[in-house]
């Protein structure tokens, strides 16, 4: 049967990499990308909704899917304050999973990160593990939680930083094994084609895929 797939953040590094993915996929008749700016494209699949994160509430009725792929996110650099930082990838991210599961959605399925852990010094990965605690209380039969390492892809905002560190990781790349293995840098597309891999498994329950296991879906 076939199903409807909901995409936030689609013009972010993973999220447009997964899109072109969700298009192709006999697994979805439709696909629905909410955001604040339309995309420049046309596909008989795709619609799209554009409104302000803040006012998800009132395109309840627009955001009816089975399948919710969130793949929002951003960094405290980008967003220039720890309040916005945590708007994005805390607010928006619950906000979107609490509105699909009183929706009915099946499966949620998230961008979180390395490291992700509530009760962690560093803000960026606490708010990142009190993000995965609160989508872990909402009513969905499957959640999939997804914990990349260092992204590698093109981004329409280059981070100077991520490049440096990409070129270091890549050096140390072959002693990076075992338990250090999911250090190891992973592509934007990889992580987008491990999503829409978890997503056709139809299981149940909370599944975390970490970093070093997203190559092998």
Do not use: W
């Amino acid at each position: 049967m076939s199903k409807t797939a909901l995409l936030a953040g689609a013009t972010g590094l993973i999220g447009s990499h997964l899109l072109p993915l969700l298009l192709q996929s006999e697994r979805y008749s439709k696909v629905i990308v909410v955001g604040r700016k339309s995309l420049p494209m046309l596909h008989p699949k795709l619609t799209q909704v554009v409104t302000d994160l803040d006012r998800l509430e009132d395109v309840r009725l627009q955001l009816i899917a089975d399948d919710i792929f969130c793949c929002l996110g951003t960094t405290m650099r980008q967003a220039g304050s720890k309040e916005a930082f945590y708007k994005v990838d805390f607010l928006y991210v619950v906000t979107l999973a609490a509105i699909t599961a009183s929706n009915f959605a099946s499966q949620f399925l998230v961008i979180s990160s390395l490291g992700a852990d509530a009760e962690s010094r560093i803000y960026y990965s606490r708010v990142k593990g009190e993000m995965e605690a609160a989508v872990r209380q909402t009513a969905f039969r499957a959640i999939h939680i997804f914990r990349p390492s260092l992204l590698l892809g093109e981004r329409e905002q280059p981070r100077i930083g991520e490049r440096l560190s990409a070129i270091v990781l890549r050096m140390f790349r072959p002693l990076l094994r075992g338990p250090l293995q999911k250090y190891r840098p992973v592509t934007a597309a990889t992580v987008a084609a491990a999503m829409l891999h978890a997503a056709a498994d139809d299981g149940g329950g909370v599944r975390v895929h970490e970093s070093n296991e997203l190559t092998r879906a």
